[in-house]
């Protein structure tokens, strides 16, 4: 099944009926019976002389509805980062180049307050169409495919949103709504009920491109276009609550086979892949998270799109992400296919240019003279002081009323601090972001069990959370939350995700896992080094040494009670870290417990943290937002304080002396937090790192960590 969009359809986005029927696939696809040759349509004599022409291909990846340059957690403009501002490089690109493409790479629907306002707080109706989606409207996409996070809201949603027609279980596939405004496909996720792809699994795009002839006159000739959309496995486990029973995720590399050869069949001059994950060098495998080293290993593939981990490529930088074989940063090809991934949240946007021979029957692309880059919307002057392009009006006041309306809601007034919270040095040991929303889990978690599940009356109770914002996306990325008063806004900031709240029993031993999967934050320090060590395993906030992994702070779980006490030994090697791991200062083994969590760790991370082939007890899958369960803890306890929900400390680094000095990155101007939380062994190094990102160089003295 594909379904072909003719190009006065696609540019200027489909009727709401039409669209509707788009994604539901049920527009009958055209194979090349229904094109045979006709000698009414034989082009004009013209076509069949040379000619050459250029193609070039415009990615946005990951944009999580920052439709605009604005931090809704800071009530700020952040002109680092906004659709609003990567309009202004499409509309530079189309300006420069004569023939574009525009596709979205998913993972753009969910992200920011203004997301969970139209989705939770507000809902649009069907007639609605989703402010991100009007803001790209602005600029007229092509097609699209869909992110891991189009899921987080559920089908119901997801099927207003796309304009209806989703034949899945609990979904009304009649419905005709506002949808994106352009094609979406779809080829490795099947709904159970009609046993089809849940969307279109590729799409042909029906252009006309401007061409030179050998004699230099201008002609315009025809092109046809494939795209294949695919999303991560992690949907199924993700969100699990809203797709299990009601679709399948398959293997990504051979569903992406099999289109790229219909798609050919059909007539598909070039054939380009939307793949919402990244590159990973692991073996292959149907669950792969980030399989882009292998999908561009497929014949046919003409240009990838990557995205789903937030990196640069290609990167032309000191030190890519990415230098597996077969990835060349120089090129911008992956296994010689030119590939792009633009960032994330508005940042950057993928430019594959494409040099085409049109030998009077079929294109050829001029791989030599073929250019793939991502352009940013941030550069450098001559005195080194960043700029960023502006920002595109029409693209702003396309959201202005909805994005107010949200600005409204989260100034909403639930409570007061009397400290700042903040995760600036949670990777160090400050909790004073964490304890509050590991307080109120434990609470909601503690409530349910006394009411609902008697045969756990004994088994303690503990929460568990993680920094969400560690610094990944510049100086400015961590949770930052003032004294004084509370709003919605703030405890949107403490936590960030819309998860649900999930609780799983452990063993003592499980506990430990999870708890050495935690401490993979951090490199293997060597005390008898004189030189430098960077404290942080990622590539942004520190350096991660040849064969490892950069490890996300999102990830980096941690308790902050009193009631549970260890150490993390960072002299060790991982998986060997722990060290006197005690409940009221008795050692932890053979004692079990339940530990307040959410969705994504209770369904998907069982496998990083207790091995593969293993899951987590999952006592309890609520069906509220753990953001929710926050907000309403704080409006039951308005007064919060530093003494009672900032100050409990459950782990601290094992004490010793090192040769060298301990380095990691945190936001410029910041030493006083870490002072306020009794940090006496943090130091700065350097008030800027030179990387224009808003960071400083910070100091650990692991000889006397309290």
Not at 223 to 251: A, Q
Not at 474 to 486: K, R
Request: charged share 20%; proline share 5%.
């Amino acid at each position: 099944m594909s379904v072909r969009v003719p190009f006065f359809n696609a540019r200027k986005g489909l009727p709401r009926v039409m669209l509707a029927l788009v994604l539901a696939g049920s527009l009958s696809a055209c194979s090349n019976s229904d094109d045979s040759d006709d000698d009414d349509d034989a082009p004009p004599s013209a076509h069949q002389e040379k000619a050459t022409a250029n193609l070039t291909l415009l990615a946005t990846t990951d944009l999580h509805f920052n439709a605009r340059s604005y931090d809704y957690f800071k009530l700020a403009e952040d002109p680092t980062y906004g659709f609003e501002r990567t309009a202004t490089l499409i509309r530079a690109a189309r300006e420069e180049f004569p023939n574009t493409v525009l596709v979205d790479n998913g993972d753009t629907i969910q992200g920011t307050a203004l997301a969970d306002y139209e989705a939770q707080v507000s809902p649009i109706t069907c007639s609605q169409q989703l402010s991100m989606y009007r803001a790209m409207g602005v600029l007229q996409y092509d097609a699209g495919t869909l992110g891991n996070h189009e899921f987080n809201y559920g089908l119901p949603f997801l099927n207003q949103v796309l304009g209806g027609g989703l034949k899945v279980e609990g979904v009304d596939a009649e419905l005709e709504c506002s949808g994106p405004g352009f094609p979406m496909t779809l080829a490795n996720v099947e709904s159970v009920a009609s046993g089809e792809e849940l969307l279109p699994p590729h799409i042909i795009l029906e252009r006309e491109i401007t061409a030179t002839q050998e004699d230099g006159d201008e002609v315009t000739l025809p092109i046809k276009i494939g795209v294949i959309g695919l999303t991560t496995p992690g949907i199924m486990n993700w969100d699990k609550r809203y797709l299990d029973g009601k679709v399948t995720i398959n293997d990504g590399r051979a569903a992406a086979q099999a289109q790229v050869a219909e798609a050919r069949a059909e007539g598909a001059d070039l054939v380009f892949v939307l793949l919402h994950g990244g590159m990973s060098d692991a073996d292959y495998s149907a669950d792969m998270e980030n399989p882009g080293l292998y999908i561009a290993q497929i014949p046919g593939v003409d240009g990838l799109i990557m995205g789903h981990q937030h990196n640069t490529f290609p990167d032309r930088g000191n030190s890519p992400a990415y230098t597996y074989t077969g990835v060349d940063n120089v090129a911008g090809t992956v296994h010689g296919v030119p590939t792009v991934m633009a960032s994330s949240w508005g940042k950057g946007l993928g430019v594959i240019d494409y040099s085409l021979n049109w030998d009077g029957k079929a294109w050829q692309i001029d791989t030599p003279k073929t250019t793939a880059e991502v352009r940013t919307i941030q550069s450098t002057d001559a005195n080194g002081a960043s700029q960023f392009v502006a920002a595109d009006s029409v693209v702003a006041a396309s959201v202005q009323t909805q994005h107010e309306a949200a600005v409204e809601y989260v100034k909403t007034p639930i409570g007061s601090s009397d400290f700042r919270m903040s995760t600036l040095f949670a990777d160090v040991g400050d909790p004073g972001a964490i304890q509050l929303v590991n307080q109120a889990q434990q609470a909601y978690v503690s409530d349910y069990v006394a009411a609902n599940l008697p045969q756990y009356a004994n088994v303690p109770v503990l929460s568990i959370s993680a920094p969400f914002k560690a610094g990944f996306q510049g100086g400015g990325d961590y949770t930052d939350v003032a004294s004084g008063a509370l709003a919605i806004y703030h405890a949107a900031d403490l936590y960030l995700y819309p998860n649900t709240v999930y609780a799983v029993k452990v063993t003592g031993a499980e506990l430990k896992l999870w708890l050495e999967n935690a401490a993979l934050r951090f490199n293997q320090i060597n005390p008898a080094s004189t030189q430098d060590q960077w404290l942080i395993k990622d590539t942004k906030t520190g350096q991660v040494p040849a064969g490892e992994s950069a490890f996300a702070g999102y990830n980096f779980d941690m308790f902050t009670t009193p009631d549970l006490q260890y150490e993390i030994d960072i002299t060790q090697p991982s998986g060997n870290r722990i060290k006197n791991l005690t409940y009221r200062n008795v050692p932890v083994d053979g004692k079990d417990f339940i530990v307040a969590t959410n969705n994504y760790r209770a369904e998907s991370s069982a496998r990083y943290i207790l091995g593969d082939g293993n899951e987590f007890d999952i006592v309890y899958a609520s069906p509220d937002t753990n953001r929710d369960v926050v907000i309403n803890y704080i409006k039951e306890n308005p007064q919060i304080t530093r003494m009672a929900n900032g100050a409990a400390r459950s782990w601290r680094f094992t004490p010793v002396n090192t040769a060298g000095a301990v380095l990691f990155k945190s936001g410029k101007d910041s030493l006083s937090v870490a002072q306020a939380a009794r940090l006496t062994e943090i130091s700065l190094v350097s008030a800027d790192d030179g990387s224009g990102e808003g960071r400083a160089v910070y100091r650990i003295d692991l000889s006397s960590t309290n």
